[in-house]
């Protein structure tokens, strides 16, 4: 059944984000939009607490009502996009994505402590509670972003990119060879390789006890609001290039140590290395890709380009995942924690001479 409800979490966006940002290229009022998805989603959270207090919720209850939320977590992000290049100067797109980066992680951070401390004193319906009232002031809070998105976004020259599946196949092709986006596709199938076996990797071969691996997993979000401060100024001092090479040489170094360490203090040394510098290499690459997108394509394909590059990276992850799962199993985890950390060497050095050679004409 749990298996069931995290189908349902993933296939959802990989299903929806690109026909819900269709619309969210064409929509009018959108901060409207955004706003009543996070009032849907907190009767959601609120629907479950009831139903559970009543006795009345069922697996196909808790589903829906999953489902659902998944689908208010499609037209946030869709319509966020939009609205957030329409308020933000171009110049300072690197920062905004990384700031907002860096306000998740330390929002998971203290929305996990706030869910242990209500679970500890009250029940699990009382934290959906708690999470369906943070939505309602999202609602509210939304209200106050400047209406500059009451209508469609615009080309410069005032025409519009044809919606519907032509439209997206046309933002693919262009979006494909981007080789911005290609090194942080690299990045992302390196790190779904790693995550296939990293868990086993710290129980069987560093034989760590899971409570400690569980705390040491926490640091990343450390290094992700460290890496989304800095990136908008690496990218101004610098360029955005750099700081996605940045980010893929810190994910190495992340990575680089781990094949060869053994039980006891320098595992231990090694796990912290690789949550903190990989969180922050990763935050910093995918921020200044993220610029790079919304910065240089036509404003009506903002919402479906950041879609389709989304579904590329999570795609790439599951990818990396299945290579992760079947080297694992012909060879042993030390192996493919091996294999990731010449994996990512090749990334970094693809995608500088990549850059070195002449533009492609049809590439933004």
């Not at 929806?16 to 969210?24: G, H, T």
């Not at 199938?189 to 400690?212: H, I, K, W």
């Not at 990731?340 to 050679?357: D, E, G, T």
Request: proline content about 4%; hydrophobic content about 55%; glycine content about 8%.
């Amino acid at each position: 059944m749990m298996s069931v409800l995290f189908g349902i979490g993933m296939v959802t966006p990989l299903l929806l984000q690109v026909p819900v940002a269709n619309l969210a290229d064409r929509a009018r009022h959108r901060v409207r939009i955004v706003a009543l998805a996070n009032v849907v989603a907190a009767f959601v959270m609120a629907a479950i607490s009831v139903m559970w207090w009543s006795q009345r919720l069922t697996f196909a209850g808790l589903a829906t009502a999953l489902a659902a939320a998944a689908v208010c977590s499609v037209v946030r992000s869709s319509f966020s996009v939009p609205i957030m290049v329409s308020t933000v100067p171009r110049e300072l797109l690197a920062s905004a994505n990384g700031t907002l980066n860096a306000t998740r992680s330390a929002v998971d951070i203290a929305g996990k402590g706030l869910a242990a401390g209500l679970l500890t004193f009250l029940a699990a319906p009382a934290a959906l509670l708690a999470d369906a009232l943070s939505f309602a002031v999202a609602a509210l809070l939304i209200r106050r972003v400047p209406r500059a998105d009451n209508q469609p976004s615009k080309k410069d020259d005032g025409t519009r990119l044809r919606s519907g599946p032509q439209g997206i196949r046309a933002i693919g092709r262009a979006l494909i060879v981007r080789r911005d986006l290609w090194c942080l596709i690299g990045i992302a199938t390196v790190n779904g390789l790693t995550e296939s076996v990293f868990m086993l990797y710290c129980l069987r071969d560093l034989q760590m006890v899971p409570a400690l691996v569980a705390a040491l997993l926490g640091l990343g979000a450390v290094g992700g609001i460290a890496g989304g401060l800095i990136v908008g100024r690496l990218v101004q001092r610098y360029s955005s290039r750099r700081a996605v090479l940045l980010g893929a040489f810190m994910t190495m170094l992340a990575i680089l140590p781990l094949p060869f360490v053994r039980s006891g203090p320098t595992a231990i040394v090694a796990v912290v290395n690789f949550e903190l510098a990989g969180a922050f290499g990763g935050t910093i690459a995918v921020a200044a890709v993220f610029a790079l997108i919304q910065g240089t394509v036509a404003r009506d394909t903002l919402a479906r380009s950041m879609a389709i590059t989304s579904n590329l990276l999570q795609l790439a992850a599951l990818v990396g995942l299945a290579i992760g799962g079947v080297v694992g199993s012909l060879s042993s985890v030390r192996i493919t924690i091996a294999l990731c950390a010449l994996a990512v060497p090749v990334v970094i050095l693809l995608s500088a001479l990549q850059w070195i050679r002449p533009p492609l004409s049809t590439e933004p």
